[in-house]
């Protein structure tokens, strides 16, 4: 039989002699409310057919969870998007606070193999943006962080490397930027920057470095060469390293 007027069903028990509220159906807002807890095998909210432990579904493309404060404000904290095929959440569009990843995180790859991985296969793509719109003084960064309790002499601090495969299939280090702790005693400390080349198919190949208030090129010894140009002239300075010979204003030695 239908209800004319606008009448809230309480539910109630009894427990150990206090009369308790179990929950309370508000008709005129068309809610549940349920001052403690929820306990069930499968919770649905919305209409849904499947067996998973906690289904929420929504008429649209995206579902939004919203949290509530005690002063009575929301703040959404997480919008999925499915897609209009539904087929699994896409992706995590709006998130507020704090987001806790144990595993792998992918964008634009379905089976990363490191804690961020992107992949795409359109040009310039992916870019890492980094921007700042304020107008402090103070630029963003990018920290390299060796967090171990004690330092170590010539302990490797961040590495940027630059991969690609050659014509056979064979993945190379083309370049690489390396910084360490040349010293890492305390009152005497020194960095170092290493920039390295594969060269003649070998990689990692030492052609500068900076670090304790000296810079060396072909540090490693190779037979790499050194040029400094003019305005005017190519060769203002020619190292040749193979015959360890230098040239002024000319490349003939």
């Known amino acids: 039989e239908a209800l004319e007027q606008d009448k809230d069903i309480i539910f109630k028990g009894n427990d150990g002699g206090a009369s308790t509220t179990i929950a309370t159906i508000d008709v005129s807002d068309k809610k549940l409310i349920v001052p403690s807890r929820i306990e069930t095998n499968l919770l649905q909210l919305g209409y849904g057919t499947g067996n998973a432990k906690l289904q929420v579904y ?145 990689d990692h190949v030492e052609f500068f470095s900076m670090g304790n208030l000296e810079s060396v090129f072909n540090n490693g010894g190779n037979d790499i060469n050194l040029t400094v140009e003019g305005s005017s002239n190519s060769n203002l300075l020619f190292v040749d390293a193979g015959q360890d010979k230098v040239a002024i204003g000319t490349s003939t030695l």
């Open 58 to 202: 929504n008429a649209g493309d995206n579902m939004e969870i919203y949290a509530a404060g005690a002063s009575g404000g929301t703040v959404k904290v997480l919008e999925l998007d499915a897609g209009t095929d539904g087929a699994e959440a896409n992706r995590i569009a709006t998130v507020s606070g704090h987001l806790h990843i144990s595993q792998n995180v992918g964008i634009g790859t379905t089976s990363p193999t490191e804690k961020l991985h992107l992949s795409d296969a359109d040009g310039t793509e992916p870019t890492i943006l980094i921007e700042n719109t304020g107008t402090d003084s103070n630029e963003p960064e990018i920290v390299f962080l060796r967090s171990t309790a004690t330092g170590a002499d010539s302990r490797d601090i961040g590495n940027i490397k630059f991969k690609a495969k050659d014509t056979a299939g064979n993945l190379h280090t083309f370049a690489q930027i390396m910084a360490d702790s040349l010293d890492a005693d305390t009152g005497t400390e020194d960095g170092r920057l290493v920039f390295s080349l594969t060269q003649a198919g070998t």
